[in-house]
């Protein structure tokens, strides 16, 4: 699962930094989710450490009567724009000194190896697998660490337009497994009618408009 809206009125990219807790949005997008799963055979509820994550796995735990563990393989991905406003023309973009973070798309050079992200998110899937064998686990994580396990189990490139994950604001991608290995991979919105309609996936960005900030 993606965590909820995050409280972020100076539009910073908040990545691993502390202190970004949901917004009143996001509290009810993860009270939606967590109803939506009240019926499910969950058994192990794990979270990325960072706030946003935590908050949003709480009520999924309370719901079923689990204890939230923490597996610091779920945290975002590591970016050298934290604390900055990010943008084409504005905010970090503008200072020529950042243009060497742009150079290599592919690995990216910007931040935490694609590679590298697959690595420990496989190896968080793995565990939360073990933890809930023969049952079902829901692990809170963050938009591209999800995005890029999925990508890489779907054998799709890694590096990819970030407009075009899918990957909304308290979503769920399923990971399906038989024995130990994945055999499917699921995806639904369960509060897709909460998230503002310019951060659903697949939105188009409208000239502008708003812009959304971290995952």
């Known amino acids: 699962m993606r965590h909820g809206e995050v409280h972020n009125p100076d539009g910073v990219l908040y990545g691993r930094r502390p202190g970004y807790h949901l917004s009143d949005l996001g509290r009810e997008m993860a009270d939606r989710v967590a109803e939506h799963l009240s019926g499910r055979d969950v058994t192990h509820v794990v979270a990325s450490p960072l706030e946003r994550a935590q908050e949003t796995a709480a009520p999924i735990a309370k719901a079923h009567g689990l204890d939230l563990a923490t597996d610091a393989r779920l945290i975002e991905a590591e970016n050298v724009f934290e604390g900055k406003t990010f943008g084409v023309g504005d905010g970090a973009l503008r200072k020529p000194a950042n243009w060497k973070h742009l150079t290599n798309p592919f690995r990216p050079s910007w931040g935490e190896p694609y590679v590298e992200q697959v ?59 038989r024995g130990d290995k994945i055999v ?20 188009k960005p409208v000239k502008g408009g708003p812009k959304a900030f971290g995952a």
Not at 119 to 124: E, S
Not at 146 to 172: G, M, N, Y
Not at 193 to 203: E, I, S, T, W, Y
């Open 119 to 177: 690595v420990r998110m496989m190896g968080a899937l793995n565990a939360a697998r073990d933890a809930a064998r023969g049952h079902e686990a829901v692990c809170v994580s963050h938009q591209l660490p999800i995005w890029i396990v999925r990508s890489f189990v779907e054998r799709r490139r890694l590096w990819h337009d970030p407009r075009k994950r899918q990957c909304t604001l308290a979503s769920l991608t399923t990971f399906t497994y």
């Open 184 to 203: 499917s991979v699921g995806y639904s919105e369960p509060a897709r009618d909460l998230v503002p309609a310019h951060l659903r996936a697949g939105a």
